[in-house]
């Protein structure tokens, strides 16, 4: 009789447990995001249009400070990934472009050279440096959180695929957390052990204040 008990509540758990599966949650744009995610999109209204994007097939525009562009296939570009823990991301870097120092605190992610040649790296937690360069064919992960970059370190243009462990991985550059904000130039000063007068230009050049 127990055994026949446990039967029982083992196949409910069962069928509860396939009841809760869902395929996909696209993503419901006009929705606000959440932090699990944006809210599915209702599955009535879901088109094979939701699970293909197009976007990364043109070039991103270099001509800024960095020399770099950045085209993402994220959640708010590409509603399809939403819930599925990917991303894809374009990468241009003109001769000289770089991407600066950054993290992103929601995913790893992993870099693929397509085109010229980029010197990539990043910083462990014990402040110890992996950096390489890297050919067409070359791929590198750098692991979710901690600092990393890339510099078009050839004589042409280059072009790299990243991908993500997170359809919103999330960035912070370094740079511009530091000097393209409103923190006072002295706090800046004490943490980071800089003289006033380079943080102001830095401030200038990035758009910051105070």
Same mark, same amino acid.
Do not use: W
């Given at each position: 009789?127990?055994?026949?008990?446990?039967?029982?509540? /083992?196949? =409910?758990?069962?069928?509860?447990?396939?009841?809760?599966?869902?395929?996909?949650?696209?993503?419901?744009?006009?929705?606000?995001?959440?932090?699990?995610?944006?809210?599915?999109?209702?599955?009535?209204?879901?088109?094979?249009?939701?699970?293909?994007?197009?976007?990364?097939?043109?070039?991103?525009?270099?001509?800024?400070?960095?020399?770099?562009?950045?085209?993402?296939?994220?959640?708010?570009?590409?509603?399809?990934?939403?819930?599925?823990?990917?991303?894809?991301?374009?990468?241009? =870097?003109?001769?000289?472009?770089?991407?600066?120092?950054?993290?992103?605190?929601?995913?790893?992610?992993?870099?693929?050279?397509?085109?010229?040649?980029?010197?990539?790296?990043?910083?462990?937690?014990?402040?110890?440096?992996?950096?390489?360069?890297?050919? &067409?064919?070359?791929?590198?992960?750098?692991?979710?959180?901690?600092?990393?970059?890339?510099?078009?370190?050839?004589?042409?243009?280059?072009?790299?695929?990243?991908?993500?462990?997170?359809?919103?991985?999330?960035?912070?550059?370094?740079?511009?957390? =530091?000097?393209?904000?409103? =923190?006072?130039?002295?706090?800046?000063?004490?943490?980071? /052990?800089?003289?006033?007068?380079?943080?102001? &230009?830095? &401030?200038?050049?990035?758009?910051?204040?105070?």
């Amino acid at each position: 009789m127990m055994l026949k008990g446990v039967f029982i509540v /083992f196949s =409910l758990l069962l069928v509860a447990s396939y009841a809760s599966v869902q395929d996909f949650c696209v993503a419901d744009l006009s929705l606000s995001d959440t932090p699990s995610g944006f809210p599915c999109k209702d599955p009535k209204k879901v088109t094979v249009s939701d699970f293909v994007y197009s976007g990364l097939g043109a070039a991103g525009n270099t001509t800024n400070l960095i020399k770099a562009a950045v085209t993402p296939a994220f959640t708010a570009q590409f509603p399809g990934v939403n819930g599925l823990g990917i991303s894809i991301a374009r990468l241009d =870097l003109a001769v000289g472009g770089v991407i600066p120092m950054h993290t992103h605190p929601g995913g790893s992610e992993l870099l693929v050279v397509i085109q010229g040649t980029i010197c990539a790296g990043f910083i462990s937690s014990a402040n110890t440096v992996y950096f390489k360069t890297l050919n &067409k064919g070359d791929i590198m992960v750098f692991p979710q959180g901690l600092l990393h970059f890339q510099i078009n370190s050839g004589k042409g243009p280059a072009l790299a695929f990243v991908s993500f462990s997170s359809p919103v991985p999330g960035l912070q550059i370094t740079d511009f957390a =530091l000097f393209a904000n409103d =923190l006072p130039t002295e706090i800046v000063a004490a943490t980071t /052990f800089l003289d006033a007068a380079t943080i102001k &230009k830095l &401030k200038g050049v990035l758009g910051g204040s105070g």
